[in-house]
C-alpha cells in the first residue's frame, strides 16, 4: 500500500478507538441500556464504512483495515480488564454474540465485490447500519411479541421498523442516483427489504452483520437487470409464501425464525429456478400445519431451523444444478418433487410413530408423501409424463426404504435432534437422485 493509504487506515483506526470510551461515556452520563451502547457504535462504525467508496480507491486498504478492527474487536472481547472497560460498550448485553467481529470482514467483502460501484457498497453496509439498527432500539423499546430465533428473540415491532427504514435504505439511493426510475426503485426496495428483513430474523448471535451485507449485496446485483415485470412477479410470489406462512403460522410448530426461513427457501427455489419449484416443498408446508391442527401439536413441539436446513438439503441441490443448466428443468423439477415426497414420507411417519400409530409398514406414509408433495410438481409433465415411470419407480422404493431407516435411527437421536434432521435431509435427497435418469 502507499504512505497515503497506510495514512488514510491510521486515520480510521484512530477515530474509531477514540469514539469507543467517548460514547461508554455518553452513555453512562445518560443512562442508556447496553443495546443502546451497543448499537451506537454498531452506528458509528457504519457511517464511518459508506464513506469508503469516497476515499479508498481500491479493496486493499480495506482488507487492511478490517483486520486491523478485527483484531482490535478480539482483543476487547478476550481480555478480561478491556472487556469490562472501554469494551463494556460493545458487551454489556448478555447475550453471546459475534457481530462485531463479524461486521469488519462483511463490509471489506461487500466493498470487494462492489469493485468500485459505490451505490452497490453503500446500500448493503446502510441496510446493516441503519436498518439493523433501528430495528434493535425499536424492538428493545416497544417489542412486546416476541417469536423465537435461535437461542434468543426477535421481535415484531423490532422486524417491522427494520423493513421500513431497510425499505428508505434501498429506495432512496436508487432514485436519487438516478439509477433507476422511480417504480423500479419501488420494486427493488420492497423486494430487497423484505428479504433482509427475513434474514435478520433468523440470523442469531451477530450473525445478521454477515448475512445481511453480502445477501443484500448479492440480491441487488441480481434485481438491478429486471425489468418491471420481472420484478413485480418476484415480489408477488414473496408476497403469496409469507401470507402462506402468516396464515400457517397459528398452528405451526415452527417458530418464527424457522417461518422466516421457510419462506426464505420457498423464494430461493422460485427465483433461482422457476416458480414450479416451490410446489412441493408449499404442500409440505400446508401438510405440516393440516397436520399439527388435527392433532393439536402446536404445543407440544418447538421446532427451530434445522427443519427448514433438513428441507434446504433436499431441495437446493436440485434448485441450483436446473438454474446453472448442469441438468434440465424438467429433471430438476422431478428431483425436489421426488426429495419433498421422501421428506413428507419420513415426516408423517415420525408423526405416526409419535402418536403410537406406526408399525412397520410405511407405505401409507409414502403414498401420502407422493400424492401430496410429490404431485404438485410432476402434474407439469403432463402429457408425457410416461419418461417418469423409471425414475419414478426407482425413487418411490427409495422413499420406503429411507423412511423405515429413519424409523430405526430415530430412538439413537432422541438427544441429537438436530443431527436427525441433517440426517433426514440428506435421506430425502438419496431417494431423489434417480431424478438424473430423466431425459430433457
Known sequence: MTAAEWLTVAGVISGLTAALPLIRSLATRLDASPEVARKSVHVTMGLACLAFPWIFPRPLPVWVLAGWATLLLAVLRFVPALRSGVGSTLHGIKRLSYGEVLFAPSVAAVFHGADGDALAYVIPIAILTV???????????????????????????????????????????????????????????????????????????????????????????????????ALSGRFVVL?????????????????GASLLAGVLLGYGCAVIADWRFVLPPAAVFVCHVVTTRRHHLTKVFAHRLDVVLSHAIGCMPWVLLAATGVISMDAGLAGISFAMAAQLSMLDASTLSWLGHFSAKPLRSTLKGWLIAGLPGLLWFYPDIGRLRDAAGISIIATIGVTMLLHRLRPGYRDRPTELWVIQGFL?????????????
Not at 451477530?206 to 418491471?228: A, E, I, Y
Not at 430425502?428 to 438424473?436: D, I, P, Q
Request: hydrophobic share 55%.
Open 131 to 229: 436498518a439493523d439498527a433501528a430495528g434493535a432500539l425499536a424492538g428493545t423499546r416497544w417489542g412486546r411479541r416476541r417469536y423465537g430465533c435461535g437461542e434468543g428473540f426477535k421481535t415484531l415491532v423490532g422486524s417491522a421498523w427494520f423493513l421500513a427504514t431497510a425499505f428508505l435504505c434501498v429506495f432512496l439511493p436508487l432514485f436519487l442516483s438516478g439509477k433507476t426510475d422511480a417504480v423500479h426503485a419501488l420494486w427493488i426496495a420492497l423486494i430487497l427489504a423484505t428479504l433482509a428483513m427475513m434474514a435478520e430474523g433468523i440470523s442469531d448471535r451477530g450473525f445478521d452483520n454477515l448475512v445481511v451485507p453480502l445477501g443484500s449485496f448479492f440480491v441487488l446485483q441480481r434485481l438491478l437487470p429486471l425489468d418491471g415485470a
Open 239 to 255: 408476497a403469496l409464501l409469507f401470507a402462506l406462512v402468516v396464515w400457517g403460522s397459528r398452528w405451526s410448530t415452527l417458530n
Open 428 to 440: 430425502a435427497l438419496a431417494a431423489s437422485l434417480s431424478a438424473f435418469f430423466i431425459q430433457p
